[in-house]
C-alpha cells in the first residue's frame, strides 16, 4: 500500500527546471508529517536531497542547495520539489518519503514511507 505517490519526472536538457509532486494518499495523515525527496542514480546509493518538517523547516543536501526548492500545500496535501538549472548528474529516480519523526534531516532509515519513484532525466 502506498502512501504518498510522486510525480512530474521527466526528461530535460541542461538548464532546464521540473517540478515534482508527491501526494498523500488516502490512509496517511498528511498533517504534522515531515516529508523529503531522496534520489537514487544508477549504481549509486540512495542520497537525500531535501526535507521539510510540519513547521516549515527545511534543509538541503549542497549538492542541490540554491538550485533545488522544497515546499508544500497542506490544503492539497501535496509536497513539491522545483528543480532549476538542472545538470547531467541530476539524473535519477527521485522518491518522496514521509515520517512523523519532527526533525528527521536527510536519513532514509528516519522515515516509514515511501513512493515508488519518479525517473528524471537530464541530458548535456
Known amino acids: 500500500q502506498l502512501h504518498v505517490v510522486e510525480s512530474g519526472g521527466g526528461s530535460v536538457q541542461a538548464g532546464g527546471s521540473l517540478r515534482l509532486s508527491c501526494t498523500a494518499a488516502?490512509?496517511?495523515?498528511?498533517?504534522?508529517?515531515?516529508m523529503a525527496w531522496f534520489r537514487q542514480a544508477r549504481g549509486k546509493e540512495r542520497e537525500g536531497i531535501a526535507w521539510i518538517n510540519s513547521d516549515g523547516d527545511t534543509g538541503y543536501a549542497d549538492s542541490v542547495k540554491g538550485r533545488f526548492t522544497i515546499s508544500k500545500d497542506n490544503a492539497k496535501k501535496t509536497l513539491y520539489l522545483q528543480m532549476n538549472s538542472l545538470k547531467p548528474e541530476d539524473t535519477a529516480m527521485y522518491y518522496c518519503?514521509?515520517?512523523?519523526?519532527?526533525?528527521?534531516?536527510?536519513?532514509?532509515?528516519?522515515?516509514?514511507?515511501w513512493g515508488q519513484g519518479t525517473q528524471v532525466t537530464v541530458s548535456s
Open positions: 488516502s490512509g496517511f495523515t498528511y498533517s504534522g508529517s515531515s
Open positions: 518519503a514521509a515520517t512523523y519523526t519532527w526533525w528527521p534531516g536527510l536519513i532514509p532509515a528516519e522515515y516509514n514511507y
